[in-house]
């Protein structure tokens, strides 16, 4: 593999005595849509979180671009968080703010683009995500929540970002829409050439996007591979998963 | 429980946050005064702060001067000295009821406001948003704030000086029977340029601190509606606590001489 767009070492995070990742090493090539997959509370989140560098992680190294994220400065972690695009969970769109302030709000504040520029801007990534010019308007109460994924989706790509993240993309969508927004995440991040990282739970978004699958459990990446794979892994704890089955080897904390 | 342990624990505890909040502000202070700045931020926020504030502030300003002139009337006239009420109700205002009032329904408009609006992006990832838009929440949030509260709660104050001595005036000639031009003239004679700067200094000083208190608990909010919620209630109950406890060591710095 060539200079990987993105570099986890060893890397440990925990919240107190609750460990979340235990020594995650991971390299993703540039270009490569690698998608996370794990049951709630392993991790995934914590772990774009880290190479965002919204948290700290406690030990190991993340490098984007051969940049050192751990312990960067707050200078350097704006240049790096300035390649990189995130859809998330919740779509996070500004309340304050039009739905055309928040898809071209990277670049007029980070990219000092004019307002009119900026609004042309929005309006032209809001029609890749099928979107109106009508929306562009709205506020962003005013929209479903399909549509402020969608939202969510065009403001991650508008800058045209080298790196994409989407965490849960499809997460409480109707499976119409999740497949719509499935597409779509796929069209924009081969029209961008984009590396993008992607969290779900869910198989059938993650067999459309992914070219390459990690799954975590307890902290720990227990199986990387293509997507292809996947299947005749012989893991047994990414067959219980993928199969969405109660028995199996990973057992859930409920109290009897 | 070890009893020691436990004061131990609890003062260290208020240490931490001690701590905490001073490098808050410190950072805050850093990115105030260090571009970009968010030009339409500032505006929105001196908006809120300065101008929709206006009402809250200018009411109770006026019902307080009133009430000062009936009190110390009637207090004054059992000494025959009912002469003094316009010194009362001009130096009360200005040094004192004007910037604490004034601060006190800011904290609660204003702060409560910043605490829930902060602690909402918060929960709902909307900060964390901001960072992967390489824009930085101190310098996009809370430093348009603190910019604001520093700067528009004197203007406040001003209005509420006027409005509170004017509400003095108002029952002093409507209801107690002074003459309008010797009460103006006993007004102006009293009051010092010291009374009113003391005044505003305390406003600026308020000013920064509710910003400071909704900014810094709506930042930490954690948990949703809830945790939006006691963070709503701690910025409102720890800005009128300072309020009041930052009151004490301005006029001791202007008036213990």
Request: aromatic content about 8%; charged content about 15%; overall charge neutral.
């Amino acid at each position: 593999m060539s200079q990987p767009k993105i570099r986890l070492r060893d890397v440990h995070k925990r919240f107190g005595e609750k460990v979340v990742l235990d020594g995650v090493d991971l390299d993703i090539a540039p270009g490569e849509s690698l998608v996370v997959i794990g049951g709630s509370g392993s991790g995934k989140s914590v772990l774009i979180k880290c190479i965002q560098g919204i948290l700290r992680p406690e030990s190991g190294s993340i490098s984007v671009d051969g940049d050192e994220v751990v312990g960067a400065s707050a200078r350097t972690l704006e240049a790096v968080n300035a390649k990189i695009g995130m859809l998330f969970q919740g779509a996070a769109l500004f309340d304050s703010l039009p739905v055309w302030e928040n898809v071209a709000f990277g670049a007029i504040q980070s990219q000092g683009m004019n307002r009119a520029a900026a609004y042309d801007l929005a309006v032209a990534t809001l029609a890749k995500v099928g979107l109106t010019e009508d929306v562009a308007k709205l506020w962003p109460a005013e929209l479903s929540g399909g549509m402020q994924k969608r939202v969510g989706l065009a403001r991650a790509v508008a800058t045209a970002p080298e790196i994409i993240f989407f965490d849960e993309p499809t997460t409480g969508l109707d499976p119409i829409m999740a497949d719509v927004i499935n597409d779509l995440i796929v069209s924009c991040v081969k029209e961008l050439g984009a590396t993008a990282i992607t969290i779900t739970h869910d198989m059938a978004s993650a067999r459309k996007i992914a070219d390459r699958v990690a799954m975590l459990y307890k902290g720990r990446l227990i199986w990387v591979g293509p997507i292809a794979d996947i299947d005749k892994s012989g893991n047994d704890f990414v067959d219980q998963f993928i199969h969405g089955r109660a028995d199996g080897p990973i057992t859930m904390d409920l109290r009897k | 429980m070890n009893f020691l342990a436990l004061i131990g624990r609890v003062f260290l505890g208020f240490l931490g946050a001690v701590g905490r909040l001073t490098r808050f502000a410190a950072v805050s202070v850093s990115h105030m005064l260090r571009p970009p700045y968010y030009p339409r931020q500032i505006l929105r926020q001196f908006l809120d702060i300065g101008y929709f504030s206006l009402p809250v502030v200018a009411l109770t300003a006026i019902f307080s001067g009133m009430v000062l002139a009936l009190q110390s009337h009637s207090g004054f006239s059992r000494f025959q000295a009912e002469g003094a009420v316009a010194m009362v109700v001009v130096l009360s205002i200005t040094r004192e009821l004007g910037p604490v009032l004034a601060g006190l329904m800011v904290a609660g408009r204003i702060g409560a406001s910043m605490a829930a609006e902060i602690g909402t992006m918060r929960v709902t990832e909307q900060v964390d948003a901001l960072t992967t838009l390489s824009t930085n929440p101190f310098k996009y949030l809370v430093a348009p704030r603190l910019l604001a509260g520093l700067l528009m709660m004197p203007l406040l104050v001003v209005v509420a000086d006027i409005l509170g001595v004017f509400g003095g005036y108002i029952i002093a000639i409507g209801k107690l029977g002074f003459n309008s031009n010797s009460y103006l003239a006993n007004t102006w004679d009293v009051m010092e340029p010291l009374d009113v700067v003391t005044g505003l200094v305390k406003a600026a000083v308020f000013g920064f601190l509710i910003a400071l208190m909704g900014c810094y608990n709506g930042y930490h909010s954690k948990g949703g509606a809830q945790g939006v919620g006691t963070a709503t209630t701690n910025a409102v109950v720890s800005a009128s606590i300072l309020i009041l406890v930052a009151n004490y060591f301005v006029t001791e710095i202007f008036f213990a001489h």
